[in-house]
């Protein structure tokens, strides 16, 4: 109880301090964040209290320990002359750990974690140069070196400090780290702006943060700074490494002017981060030139280029985009990084238009291609999230380049910040998980409670509480999949006609409502004790791709609710590749678990080819195939894996 005191007093302090530009004034949703939200969902507060303990353990562990990341910084608080250790933009890592663990402090009152933080805020604080410089790689080798070469990360690694001094001084209320990121960001202005040096950031990153700054300080040179450095972006400015190996490939989306962008280039986590900073500077300068960009450049992702996971940036040699179409199973790179920015630009692109079509695709990227990256241990991840395997991959214990452990971790910890918005006198539900939160409306505050076995069931109930009664509208989601619309643009459609939209019910009778940029919306006077509920068909659908997505041409994917399905080794005698499923297939539902996951499975007879002993002939026999949600696949171990099923013998690979 006295955490919880605490916290609260710690929540309204900072509510009522960053009031007067909270959230922009060119959104049309402002979304409720994490820390007003409390999460006492089945299905996302063990995985939340799972990031806490284990996930933040493993990367407090690989950071600290099993690699020099903290050491270089004791190093460069020395000075010179000692090694680094790694590679260039590893302080990072040691950033996003820390933003991770802001937000479990938050949101878990844990004293020990804390008490780690502070040790390591003590480490960056020490090496920051007299100037505000700070990155332990050019402290080492030679700050005479520093600011030249602009692929080097060293804006990425910066932007990374401040989003988790942001987060810290949110969490904590402790002034130390943001007071580094500060003088930091001074540095970097006293550098580079109008009038003064150009900088075309080489692994976009800061521009974000520099929005989030500029939230927290109310100095609005960071957004003006973050602003500049989304128009040095395409004039040929750019300087490194990266622009001379991939030169006229669009890989860092410097070809043209953000602007002008009209189609998805590169390296996608670049990309992802790009457009979540230019859709933050356009919350509060209402450019619509980012706003047409930015809307025709997701229509290229989401119609052309994005897995029915979610997962986007389908080569690994890029770690990023190639030709329209081209979205291969087995080779598919879809960074786990990649699918968590999906997840941020998307939240912001909803922000502005008030459309929830961009929740559609945050909710298949955040239950699927980047839930995936992380094991049901919480100690293992996966880089890039295939869409088959012959089982060759596994899950790892870390990476060389650590990106994807820490980042996957801020997001499930912060998941708080998606779920409810609020605009104009109206309540807005995105996600559908159990929690409790509170909106201030003009008349009145309302506690808002959502009650939901989701994603397993559709069944959502909302008991709203209040004090005298208040007229709100209050908007809840209709998930596009509920209605047919796989993915808005149709790279991947239903086999099955578009449904019907829900009824809603007030205190057990129906009502009617309006139906309005994806939203359910019903406005009226509540009273204390008002109970809404419904139900979101929870059909097993049979989803098939677009003609020009030609690897899955003759194959289907199942999904069943927001959760897109695999067929797995570990629970079809050791083979995926070898089940032919049908159109007319009968598919149930089974309860499963998967280790100690319990899931929805979803089983059906289907032919399975053998391959007789000799290898010269082939037989079929119908045998019980049961999918799994794509999110819990290789926790058993590697073993074979498929999304899209074949519905002929001609796809069938017999070599495996
Ligand atoms: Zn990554």
């Known amino acids: 109880m006295k955490t919880y005191l605490s916290s609260s007093l710690i929540l309204f302090f900072f509510v009522f301090s960053l009031k007067s530009n909270a959230q922009g004034n060119h959104v049309k949703i402002n979304p409720i964040g994490f820390s007003n939200v409390i999460i006492n969902d089945d299905f996302w507060k063990p995985k939340i209290d799972k990031v806490a303990t284990k996930t933040l353990q493993a990367c407090i562990y690989q950071t600290e320990e099993k690699t020099g990341r903290i050491r270089n910084f004791e190093k460069a608080a020395r000075g010179k002359g000692e090694k680094h250790e790694g590679v260039f933009y590893d302080d990072s890592d040691v950033f996003k750990a820390l933003e991770a663990m802001a937000y479990a402090i938050k949101t878990n009152g844990d004293n020990a974690l804390e008490k780690k933080a502070d040790e390591w ?19 080492l080798t030679g700050l005479q070196n520093r600011w030249q070469d602009m692929s080097m990360h060293e804006d990425y690694c910066g932007g990374h400090m401040i989003e988790a001094a942001v987060a810290y001084f949110n969490a ?38 520099l929005v989030k700054l500029y939230k927290t300080t109310n100095n609005d040179r960071y957004l003006k700074l973050s602003d500049w450095l989304l128009s040095e972006r395409g004039k040929g400015l750019g300087r490194g490494y990266t622009w001379t190996e991939w030169k006229d490939t669009g890989y860092v989306q410097d070809l043209v002017p953000v602007k002008e962008q009209k189609e998805i280039t590169g390296h996608a986590v670049r990309a992802m981060y790009l457009y979540t900073g230019t859709a933050d500077v ?20 989401v119609f052309r280029n994005m897995y029915i996971t979610g997962g986007i ?25 990649a699918s968590v920015g999906m997840v941020f630009w998307n939240q912001r692109m909803n922000n502005l238009t008030g459309n929830a079509e961009y929740i559609d695709v945050l909710e298949r990227s955040l239950y699927n291609g980047a839930l995936d990256g992380l094991s049901l241990s919480g100690d293992r991840f996966f880089y890039g999230n295939p869409l088959a395997s012959n089982g060759k991959h596994a899950r790892k214990e870390w990476f060389g380049t650590a990106c994807c452990p820490s980042n996957i971790a801020r997001l499930i910890a912060s998941l708080g910040d998606f779920i409810y918005g609020y605009a104009d006198n109206k309540i807005v539900v995105n996600l559908f998980v159990g929690s409790q939160t509170e909106f201030n409306t003009p008349t009145g505050k309302i506690k808002f409670h959502m009650q939901t076995n989701y994603p397993w069931s559709g069944d959502i109930k909302c008991s709203l509480s209040m004090k005298k009664n208040t007229k709100s509208a209050i908007a809840f989601r209709i998930p596009g999949w509920s209605r047919g619309i796989a993915a808005p643009g149709n790279l991947y459609s239903f086999r099955d006609p578009a449904k019907d939209q829900p009824a809603l019910y007030i205190n057990g009778k129906v009502i009617q409502y309006a139906f309005q940029d994806g939203y359910a919306v019903i406005e009226r006077e509540w009273k204390n004790g ?7 068909p929870m059909e097993i659908n049979k989803i098939s791709a677009r003609n020009e997505l030609e690897v899955n041409n003759e194959r289907i994917a199942i999904q069943r609710g927001p959760l897109v399905y695999c067929v797995e080794g570990a629970d079809n005698n050791g083979k995926a590749w070898n089940i032919i499923s049908s159109l007319d297939a009968e598919y149930k539902t089974e309860d499963f678990n998967v280790l100690d996951e319990n899931v929805v499975s979803i089983v059906a007879n289907m032919p399975v080819l053998k391959i007789s002993d000799d290898g010269l002939g082939a037989t079929t026999t119908k045998q019980k195939v049961r999918a799994i949600p794509y999110y819990t696949w290789c926790n058993r171990g590697s073993n074979q894996m498929q999304v899209w099923l074949p519905l002929t013998f001609k796809d069938i690979k017999v070599n495996y």
């Open 121 to 139: 805020i003590d480490k960056i604080a020490a090496a920051q140069q007299p100037d505000g410089y700070l990155n332990t790689y050019y402290i």
């Open 172 to 209: 904590t209320g402790k002034r130390k780290f943001l007071d580094v990121a500060i003088r930091w960001a001074d540095h970097f202005d006293s550098l580079f702006g109008p009038g003064k040096k150009d900088w075309v950031t080489g692994h976009q990153e800061l521009e974000l943060a």
């Open 282 to 301: 356009a919350a509060y300068t209402g450019d619509q030139g980012y706003m047409k960009a930015m809307r025709t450049v997701w229509e290229d992702v």
């Open 313 to 337: 940036g389908s080569a690994g040699s890029n770690e990023g985009f190639t030709k329209d179409f081209d979205l291969p199973n087995e080779q598919a790179y879809c960074e786990t990084c």
């Open 530 to 536: 008002d109970v809404i509920d419904f139900n979101i």
